[in-house]
């Protein structure tokens, strides 16, 4: 199927659960993009920052890019006049670099926590306590120019839907508990779970974002 098909199909399967599609381009080429961009489609996501910015300058202005992968300190500031969500916070050191980067540009940039909820030991992320110290630590209060509008987390990559399914729920009923305590500069409403090998097992959990790369391109 098409780029435009495969946008089409996968985004009527969503349309029930009202969960937005974050298209990750990351290795695709602008042909590829823009083709996307031609389904009418505006959220894309990348992983890298060169990457990122490379498209971003080559494309129309009207595309929300999110970042999907792990950032570094010293990058955030090739980012920070354009990225509308980044997915892959993992402390208080890279917020308050995305703060002062997204002030320095007069924005506010949306941040998620990304969670370690996988039973592997090479995917990045924050635990409960890890995540609970960053939402309460007394700085957050200062930063104006982010808003911490949720959580991400990838499950392990493994054919058996309970295990998936458990881990996807874990960060739920943790996004559902920090949704009643009231903190500034916080206000969850997303939460990102979801690829293209389980993007309907993460719907059906209740994700509001999925990021679906290869099930868009192949
Ligand atoms: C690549 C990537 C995805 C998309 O993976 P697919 O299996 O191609 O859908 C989602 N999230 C992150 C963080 C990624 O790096």
Not at 44 to 62: A, I, M, W, Y
Not at 89 to 104: F, G, T
Request: charged content about 20%; proline content about 2%.
């Amino acid at each position: 199927m098409s780029i435009a098909e495969n946008i089409v199909s996968i985004k009527a399967e969503l349309a029930p659960y009202h969960t937005q599609l974050v298209a990750v381009t990351k290795n695709q080429p602008i042909a590829s993009l823009e083709q996307l961009y031609n389904s009418n489609h505006r959220i894309f996501g990348e992983n890298r920052v060169q990457e990122l910015t490379t498209k971003h300058e080559s494309l129309p202005k009207d595309i929300e890019w999110h970042l999907i992968g792990h950032l570094q300190t010293n990058k955030v500031k090739y980012i920070a006049s354009f990225v509308h969500t980044i997915h892959s916070i993992d402390s208080l050191k890279l917020l308050a670099e995305v703060n002062k980067q997204a002030a320095k540009n007069e924005r506010v940039i949306n941040c998620l926590l990304q969670m370690f909820i996988a039973k592997e030991e090479t995917k990045f992320g924050l635990d409960e306590s890890e995540a609970l110290a960053i939402l309460t630590s007394s700085e957050l209060p200062t930063f104006e120019n982010i808003k911490i509008v949720g959580l991400m987390g990838m499950a392990t990559n493994i054919d058996n839907h309970a295990i998936v399914v458990d881990e996807f729920r874990q960060l739920k009923a943790f996004y559902d508990f920090v949704k009643t305590i009231k903190l500034p500069n916080v206000n969850f409403v997303e939460i990102s779970m979801g690829m293209s090998s389980d993007y309907l097992l993460a719907a059906r959990e209740g994700s509001t974002m999925v990021r679906i790369g290869s099930a868009i391109f192949a």
